[in-house]
């Protein structure tokens, strides 16, 4: 289906153009309340303590695994991030203009001026134009002229005249339809144009080729010393000037990539919210005898640190020695001390 290469009116100014269109849990994901079967397990971080349960118990096996899976899914994640950006981001974001290489035999180029506002001499240099247009992108160009009334009865907007008219007039996608459209008043002339490209012309018909020609086509039309087959043909010899330059879209760059960063950013949190976050505290924690007993804590006459009563003989965060009474005995259940 064709699409829009942009257009303008006397009074509106001038648009741009419209476009087509956790598996494998870890074997160490902790949880924080207790369950049949579970495993007990505590560390201490910045003086405080922190418990955790596991269904697994914790080896150097499982460390190393998770962090063989953690390494291995990071570095899916860049492949596929790089592979997105690649293809998504670099490859819109620049632009190589080159001939479309497209068989089709409908390449009589054609003026339609149901206006009757080119001149016989205005004809010939117009069609020079197009022809040399054809010549070097292979792309074949309809110029139709109209006047308002005749696309207004039946359209809102020359855009959908124009898509109809594409449709009605060409089999392929390698057309460039460009209708003009006025009142022809002498007062205040009230015109609009708009471009109409086959999908197939993309390729040389990029969105800044269309650019350049639509700004220049809409400079001249303003410009009332300039007719509209000037304006056709200085619009037509601007484009060609930079026919080919690659060039960079800064907009699709910039916005693309953001995009995949944040993208990327998400769902590298999801990866170590799976495989990573757990690796640190499985090398701290250490395994308590009891699953389901709540342990007492003590607080570090030196340090002031937190640590589990009745397990150790001095204190884990400052090193000091613990009073007797603090020593490695497991006392009973808080709850069976009354
Ligand atoms: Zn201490």
Redesign the pocket.
């Known amino acids: 289906m064709p699409h829009s290469s942009g257009g303008g009116s006397h009074g509106g100014g001038s648009h741009g153009g419209s476009h087509g269109g956790h598996g494998g849990s870890s074997s160490t994901s902790h949880t924080r309340t207790y369950f049949p079967g579970a495993h007990h397990y505590a560390y201490y971080k910045n003086?405080k303590v922190h418990h955790f349960y596991n269904k697994e118990p914790i080896t150097e096996a499982s460390i190393k695994k998770n962090k063989v899976s953690f390494r291995i899914a990071t570095i899916i994640w860049a492949v596929f991030y790089l592979f997105m950006f690649s293809a998504l981001v670099l490859g819109t974001a620049f632009s190589h203009p080159t001939v479309p290489n497209v068989r089709y035999s409908d390449k009589d180029i054609y003026i339609e001026d149901n206006l009757g506002i080119f001149t016989d001499d205005e004809l010939d240099d117009l069609y020079d134009a197009l022809e040399e247009f054809q010549d070097i992108t292979n792309v074949t160009p309809y110029i139709l002229t109209i006047r308002n009334k005749d696309w207004k009865k039946h359209y809102s907007d020359l855009e959908s005249y124009a898509y109809d008219e594409y449709l009605e007039l060409f089999d392929d996608e390698m057309h460039w339809l460009i209708v003009f459209s006025s009142d022809q008043d002498d007062e205040w002339e009230d015109w609009y144009w708009e471009g109409m490209q086959g999908d197939d012309t993309d390729p040389i018909l990029t969105d800044h080729n269309v650019d350049v020609f639509r700004k220049a086509f809409h400079k001249y039309l303003l410009d009332d010393d300039i007719s509209v087959s000037d304006a056709l043909i200085k619009s037509f010899d601007k484009m060609e000037e930079g026919l080919f330059e690659s060039n960079v879209s800064w907009g699709a760059l910039i916005g693309g990539t953001l995009g995949i960063a944040f993208h990327a950013g998400i769902f590298y949190l999801g990866i170590w919210s799976v495989f990573g976050m757990n690796i640190k505290t499985d090398k701290l924690a250490f395994e308590l005898p009891e699953a389901e007993k709540k342990y007492q804590e003590d607080t570090?006459?030196?340090?002031?640190?937190m640590?589990i009563h009745g397990i150790h003989i001095?204190?884990?965060?400052?090193?000091?020695a613990l009073p007797p009474a603090d020593g490695p005995i497991f006392v009973q259940d808080p709850a069976k001390l009354s």
Not at 300 to 305: F, I
Not at 314 to 320: I, V
């Open positions: 003086g570090c006459e030196y340090c002031g640190g640590f001095s204190c884990p965060h400052c090193g000091a």
